[in-house]
């Protein structure tokens, strides 16, 4: 199997699986956890094919369906009780948008788009489907959490990814590197409560 | 008319009016009520015809337009108060629900979409623009309501279709009955309170 | 630079004021106000060319990328308190609205839409990219909001467009003349409180 269908295959169901523990908890039924789960490990490929004028592998290829089936499925059997599942539903998150940031700034360099566009494309691969995923759960987008950092990580694989590209060192160990340093970045990020700077400026926000 | 444009356009018809009925229910004015219509009616196949790679319907024949319109001035002019509204809104969202899943797995299945990918764009159709309406109004989206099925039914509709139509035995008798069947089973569970297991298996909920 | 590049920068400038405005209202950090201020500017467009079937601007020039980063940093040394931030993000809002109404339609017309759809792809444009923008913020879109008119003068922009368009009037000076009462009505109406009727007629509202 290549090492870009390996990647999105394994994002897929990361996300998928953030998905189906989001329906656990919201106590939606098995058919919505495997539609939540569809939409947060899909969603992101779908909106990259769509930018990239191409029909999505989603509906290219039945089996990325395997992904969210199977993450239903798990999530059913789950040993530890639902009101647990927030951590577990954040660390399959970041596996995901650690692998998708990836994943669609390659594919966006293959079909040839400039390494910015790429670079976008493949954060907004990443955030896409969590996005989705949450906004169609009715809450806000984990991007928006400024307890923590979401976008940045992505931001930064990315961006390493279409250097790397360009500087033709793009490799499956190149992959596995870039993909640890933004899982941890997001991780550690969870953990320790790094976080960036408000929108607006602290000495300006309380003035008037 | 051929089929697939009647049953597309009553589908447009049904969802628009779930939408009109929503937006009347939510207070908005007139012209919300028909962007609420028009996205509950013409969402679903947007999002299919994007997928397909092709000009999306709502915006190649403006006959399209006509059915949020024509619901828009239906609901302004209902005889029932708002407060009871919730039944009409659910049984015309289950018809479009019912023609839409038929519409868009033979449009799928037209374009040369394998059986599988034409089910699931058949699905997607059909759950794509009550999902957006319940989405922009800012509420949980009617799929991941546990206490009835919503996708099982447009599941089956699209697997019956693709089934039917690989077997060449598709034609309006064929659609009409599948039609029924699922509009019967989607109504039937909201009146007996049908439903499926919960997304995480019971004996494990409470564990710990 | 051709008036068509000028006017949707410009658009895409003022929905992303208004995203970065609503992320540091919402207490997001920096990087969320860049990317609602993205998702607010380049929304709109981005839809609009999916559904023309092209590569979206926002992915095909990065210039286009200047503008929520612009946006972002502004609102971060912005010298009034957020509290007080609810009218620009509506002025700049209007601003947007005005000057996608006019690009969307041109753009639709240009590829060889009818007039009809042009003008309805200008108001999905101009719409587009606040609904999204308020919606993962989840909070109700602007457009429900009946207090006052958000949808009519954009379809009234769009519908002047199509037709001075189709009379070959078309100009700078008349695009700057439809953009200006776009925007004059949407604020007169924020300012007085202008509305229209509600969804449901007022005498149907409280019978049974």
Redesign the interface.
């Known amino acids: 199997m290549p090492l870009g269908l390996v990647l999105d295959l394994l994002g897929t169901f990361f996300f998928a699986v953030s998905g189906?523990l989001l329906?656990?908890r919201?106590?939606?039924?098995?058919?919505?956890?495997l539609?939540?789960g569809a939409l947060a490990g899909l969603g992101g490929g779908?909106i990259r094919d769509?930018?990239?004028?191409e029909?999505?592998s989603?509906?290219?290829s039945?089996v990325y369906?395997a992904a969210p089936a199977v993450a239903?499925v798990m999530?059913?059997?789950?040993?530890?009780?639902?009101e647990?599942m927030r951590k577990p539903l954040l660390v399959f998150d970041a596996g995901g948008l650690a692998l998708f940031c990836i994943v669609g700034t390659v594919k966006a360099l293959e079909v040839g788009?400039?390494p910015?566009?790429s670079a976008?494309?493949g954060v907004t691969t990443a955030?896409g489907g969590g996005?989705l995923r949450d906004?169609?759960?009715?809450?806000?987008?984990q991007?928006?959490d400024?307890r923590d950092?979401y976008?940045?990580p992505a931001?930064l694989g990315a961006g390493i990814t279409a250097v790397v590209w360009q500087a033709d060192l793009y490799s499956p160990v190149a992959a596995v590197a870039i993909a640890t340093v933004v899982f941890g970045l997001r991780v550690l990020s969870l953990r320790f409560g790094w976080?960036?700077?408000?929108?607006?400026?602290p000495w300006?926000?309380?003035?008037?």
């Open positions: 189906c329906a656990a919201r106590g939606f039924d098995i058919i919505g956890s539609f939540l779908v769509l930018i990239l004028g029909v999505p989603a509906f290219d039945p369906l239903a999530v059913f059997f789950l040993k530890r009780s639902v647990r788009l400039n910015i566009a976008l494309l955030v996005m906004v169609v759960a009715n809450r806000e987008p991007l928006f400024p950092i976008a940045v931001m976080h960036i700077p408000h929108a607006s400026a300006q926000r309380y003035e008037d």
